[in-house]
C-alpha cells in the first residue's frame, strides 16, 4: 500500500476530487494547510497598504491506495490539479505497512474499500 499527499491549489480541489472518484478512490483526508515553496510568499495590497504574505494558503489531500492504483491516482492528481504556473504544489508518495478498519478489524488492501 502507498500513502499518497498532494499539496495542491484551493480552486483545483473539487476538479481533483471528482477525478480521484472516477479513479475509484472511495474515500481521501483534506485539510487547509499553509506554506511556501521557492516563491516563498508573495505581496498583497489592502486598502492601499501593501504587506507581505509569507506563508500561501494550500490545500492537502491524503490517499491510502492499494499498489497497483498508484499511477493511475498520481497521474489524476497532476492533471487535475496543476496550472502550469509556479505554486502549483507536489505529491509525496509513502509506504504503508498496514492499515486496519477500526470497526470491523479488517486489514491490509480490504480495510481501504
Do not use: W
Not at 494547510?33 to 507581505?52: D, I, L, N, P, S
Amino acid at each position: 500500500m502507498k500513502k499518497i499527499e498532494a499539496i495542491i491549489r484551493h480552486f483545483k480541489l473539487e476538479e481533483t476530487k471528482n477525478a480521484l472518484s472516477e479513479c475509484g478512490v472511495g474515500g481521501m483526508t483534506v485539510c487547509e494547510v499553509k506554506g511556501f515553496g521557492r516563491q516563498k510568499g508573495h505581496t498583497e495590497m489592502y486598502r492601499g497598504t501593501e504587506y507581505a504574505i509569507d506563508f500561501v494558503p494550500k490545500v492537502k489531500i491524503e490517499v491510502v491506495c492499494p499498489d497497483d492504483c498508484l499511477e493511475k491516482i498520481v497521474d489524476a492528481i497532476i492533471q487535475n490539479s496543476q496550472t502550469g504556473q509556479i505554486g502549483d504544489g507536489k505529491v509525496f508518495i509513502y509506504d504503508v505497512a498496514d492499515a486496519i478498519r477500526v470497526r470491523t478489524g479488517e486489514r491490509g488492501d480490504s480495510a481501504l474499500s
